[in-house]
């Protein structure tokens, strides 16, 4: 996590004016480095990007870090839309006819929007890789989504390959967000039903917040909650009281 948070910061201020601008050749430096598992090569990072222990201004530094965003992370499945579960798994819908919005979502979203918080859906999603619908039909599905929720922005892996840096629970998603949105990411939230958006938090160094549900597993998870009413109530407590509770021990 730490090697990718470096990188980022890294990229996120560029030497050249007093503007901070984003340095599109660091980002591109970073990203690449991220999926290859290593750090930007040095020369490069050296003609591109400045440190922050080098900045020549702590204002600089407090002013960049007070412009950083703090995000919520939603699941789509089962959290932004309804499914269904088969056998014990939950199936994700393949047409456009079986996607149904979550009708308890958008007033939900509305109370995060307004206390400032980015709005942010990731998902898994190997159907196109599979053969078992089109681009096009997901493509169709993420609109209606994103008409009917005050979503920021929605990202979507389409590999079928686990080990894929964006599958989850890899933070690949997590951390592109990031890189996009100049988030704040040990200050942000996911909500989710799965073990799988709790552990891409862990090692993005997001809180996060569990639907009960079967799939929450027993892996690392910092809250369980009833309900997705109950997730964004617990968003709020901590976002304006972030240090009011402790996290769950080892939970």
């Known amino acids: 996590m730490w090697q990718v948070a470096d990188d980022f910061m890294a990229a996120r201020l560029d030497s050249s004016g007093p503007g901070e601008r984003l340095n599109g050749n660091a980002v591109s430096v970073a990203r690449k480095s991220f999926r290859q598992g290593r ?3 040095d020369n490069a990072k050296r003609h591109h990007t400045v440190t922050l222990c080098n900045l020549p201004s ?3 530094k407090r002013a ?3 412009r950083m965003k703090t995000a919520v992370f939603f699941e789509r499945d089962g959290i932004l839309n309804l499914c269904e579960a088969e056998r014990g798994h939950q199936v994700q819908p393949v047409r456009l006819e079986q996607f149904k919005v979550n009708p308890a ?3 939900l979203l509305a109370e995060l929007k307004r206390a400032g918080l980015l709005l942010i859906a990731t998902t898994n999603q190997p159907g196109p890789s599979r053969g078992q619908m089109s681009r096009n039909e997901l493509d169709m599905m993420h609109a209606v989504l994103r008409r009917q929720l005050p979503l920021d922005d929605l990202l979507a892996c389409v590999s079928d390959d686990p080990h894929h840096p964006c599958y989850k629970p890899q933070p690949g998603m997590l951390l592109e967000a990031a890189f996009k949105w100049g988030i704040d990411l040990d200050h942000s939230f996911v909500i989710s039903d799965k073990w799988q958006d709790a552990k891409a938090a862990q090692i993005a160094g997001c809180t996060s917040v569990l639907v009960q549900s079967p ?3 027993r892996d690392h998870h ?3 909650v009833a309900d997705f009413e109950s997730a964004v109530s617990k ?3 901590l976002h304006t009281q972030p240090y009011a509770e402790p996290l769950a021990a080892g939970a």
């Open 58 to 60: 702590v204002g600089r």
């Open 215 to 217: 799939w929450i597993g």
């Open 235 to 237: 968003v709020l407590h």
């Open 222 to 224: 910092d809250f369980v």
């Open 64 to 66: 960049y870090f007070s």
């Open 105 to 107: 979502a958008k007033p």
């Open 39 to 41: 750090r930007p090569d």
